[in-house]
């Protein structure tokens, strides 16, 4: 019998490793469907979970009823389990190199229980030839076992977009790949039963790897040439987003806009990119370059803020600054990679005295992470207000309420663009 019909059967166990915002929406949807074991190495995340609390904050508690599934920190608990798959952080380090340590640490979990016919499926972005050439030979040592004779390994590029409603696991065409036709008509079947709109097979587990990093580091580049014509426009006196409205009348005009570009995928992945392009001898210059662009944006927003407080006849050592949203994006409480941390230390190091809200974000999790934390009460005396992430809790303030919380010949700067042609009596600046 085939491990699809036995996963469905529930004659055996699917085990996931690493259950944050990838990880636990697919371990429940399989859970929907088969027997499922939902690992991490976090207990007190799993305890979380075991009580229908999803840590990242992305699910409700209805998400977990109807599902088949056991969490667990515990080896122990995934002996008997025959399909795992892969989910855990593909961070870089301070260096912007990749950092495997989380990949390679869970490969070795699952390579101190491996066994004869499991399948293990990767969905960790990685750069093309990491599953093969990295942690392949990590669950041949642990299990002694021989890839493809004694088990399978395939690849599976996670498509979750944090705080999106619409583009979910099950409407979202997963990509699919094996180490031959068997394994990958096998994974290419476990993976249609939650994806409701069917999977793509990719020929080998290096395009299925390579088509996931691509995805990113396309929109990376895209947002890096917007942002780097934002900072021309600027020196011209053109609004941006007024330009961008006009161009995007074409049909065939690329709709993306300025902004600060952080988090765990977008800001991180390509770097995986030029890595490995580095093994080859080829220097990606025009994927690196956007990289460069994007990464300054946090320093060139607070340096253009205290040249506007200083015109305004103030002392920027004097200067108070609110800043306005801390995590990576919009309406979600993940402050990985944020780069409102950049804006933060550029007006610290000017000196400025700078205090942080967010609604979603976590204060003690931020002055760990960034050495910052937030403020419980906005005052009513800020030299310039800086909107970095538009949250929706935001999104309906008006010039009124700004004018209330900042002193004399207050400043707004808007990241976003969504209080353009609204702000009519303070100083106003956008990307």
């Not at 309906?396 to 700067?413: M, P, Q, R, T």
């Amino acid at each position: 019998m085939s491990i699809y019909k036995k996963l469905i059967n529930k004659e055996t166990k699917i085990a996931v490793i690493g259950l944050g915002y990838v990880g636990l929406p697919i371990a429940l949807e399989f859970a929907k469907k088969m027997k499922v074991v939902g690992f991490d190495i976090n207990q007190k995340r799993v305890d979380m979970m075991r009580n229908n609390i999803d840590p990242s904050e992305e699910l409700t508690s209805s998400a977990f009823e109807g599902c088949d599934i056991y969490f667990s920190a515990d080896l122990n608990d995934l002996k008997d389990v025959t399909f795992f798959v892969v989910a855990v952080p593909t961070p870089i380090d301070t260096h912007n190199l990749p950092d495997l340590s989380p990949l390679l640490g869970a490969t070795k979990t699952v390579g101190k229980v491996l066994k004869k016919g499991d399948y293990i499926v990767y969905e960790s972005t990685v750069y093309p030839g990491c599953t093969e050439e990295d942690c392949i030979p990590v669950l041949e040592q642990l299990s002694g076992l021989k890839f493809k004779t004694d088990f399978k390994v395939g690849y599976s590029p996670e498509r979750i977009n944090p705080g999106d409603k619409n583009h979910t696991l099950t409407n979202v065409k997963k990509v699919v790949s094996g180490c031959c036709s068997k394994s990958l008509d096998e994974i290419a079947k476990v993976y249609e039963s939650v994806v409701t709109v069917g999977v793509h097979r990719a020929a080998t587990i290096k395009v299925a790897e390579a088509a996931k990093i691509i995805e990113n580091t396309q929109r990376d580049v895209n947002i890096a040439l917007v942002n780097e014509l934002s900072i021309i426009f600027n020196k011209m006196g053109i609004n941006t987003y007024d330009v961008l409205e006009a161009a995007g009348t074409k049909w065939n005009f690329l709709k993306f806009f300025p902004g600060l570009v952080g988090g765990h995928c977008i800001g991180v992945d390509p770097y995986y990119l030029t890595y490995k392009a580095k093994e080859f001898g080829y220097h990606a210059q025009i994927i690196s370059s956007g990289r460069f662009v994007n990464d300054s944006m946090g320093g060139y927003v607070a340096k253009q803020t205290v040249k506007k407080i200083i015109k305004s006849g103030k002392n920027i050592a004097e200067a108070k600054v609110l800043v306005m949203g801390a995590t990576f994006k919009e309406d979600v409480s993940d402050i990985r990679n944020s780069k409102v941390a950049d804006v933060v230390n550029e007006f610290i190091s000017f000196g400025a005295q700078v205090e942080v809200i967010d609604p979603h974000a976590d204060s003690v999790s931020l002055k760990h992470e960034y050495g910052f934390g937030l403020v419980k009460k906005v005052a009513n005396d800020y030299d310039a207000i800086v909107v970095a992430v538009c949250h929706k809790e935001y999104q309906n303030f008006d010039e009124k309420y700004f004018k209330s919380i900042s002193a004399g010949n207050g400043i707004l700067v808007d990241l976003k663009g969504i209080f353009r042609g609204k702000i009519n009596e303070m100083t106003y600046w956008s990307l």
